[in-house]
């Protein structure tokens, strides 16, 4: 168990410190809604705790996404398999207004990490996530595009309601889908080159 003191530098608590707290704090009704020891929405946000981990847990989170694209890549129909990515991220969208709720804190704090699950499970849509060079490649770019969140990533982040937890790691997810792409072509090519010249 790490302390739950302020951050040395800023005086301030850390997001993980402060989620831990709170998910430990008594779980007494609160205008309707029970406190976040008893919130399934914080455990499910959390990925299962997972998100309390207080070095990088966005990295964490996003390795869970791993599973959820082997299982979303088992489905044999291609447009059934979007619809279950699609569900699975819709479904998230309350869960996390819940959670944010819940927790009382910022508007998407780092400690929800579903987004991230999510978000690997679509940068691997539709690859062979048989490959370990495809899913680590995937892996990476996801976490390149969601930390930089280049424009319009960090705009989107943005969007009220949860929507931006969920619609940033989305768009991000689709720059890693495509630069993915993009390199296996290159790659497929350049050993076909090879092969054709060797």
Not at 53 to 76: C, E, H, N, Q, R
Not at 112 to 120: H, L, M, R
Not at 134 to 142: H, K, N, R, S, Y
Request: glycine share 10%; with cysteine.
């Amino acid at each position: 168990m790490f302390a739950l003191g302020a951050n040395d530098k800023t005086g301030q608590v850390s997001p993980q410190k402060h989620a831990y707290a709170a998910m430990n704090e008594p779980a007494t009704p609160v205008d309707g809604h029970v406190g976040p020891r008893r919130s399934a929405a914080v455990w499910f946000a959390t990925a299962g705790g997972i998100g309390l981990i207080p070095f990088a847990p966005g990295t964490w989170g996003s390795i869970l996404g791993i599973p959820l694209a082997w299982g979303i890549a088992a489905v044999p129909n291609p447009w059934l398999a979007a619809a279950v990515l699609v569900g699975v991220a819709a479904v998230c969208v309350p869960i996390c207004v819940r959670a944010i709720r819940d927790l009382g804190g910022p508007h998407d704090p780092s400690c929800i990490v579903v987004d991230e699950v999510v978000g690997t499970a679509a940068t691997l849509f539709m690859f062979d996530v048989t490959q370990p060079a495809t899913v680590i490649a995937g892996f990476l770019l996801f976490r390149l595009f969601d930390i930089t969140k280049p424009t319009p990533v960090r705009e989107i982040e943005r969007l009220p309601h949860a929507w931006g937890v969920m619609a940033d790691d989305l768009l991000a997810a689709l720059y890693a889908n495509v630069s993915l792409r993009a390199l296996t072509f290159l790659a497929t090519w350049y050993f076909a080159s090879e092969a054709a010249t060797g």
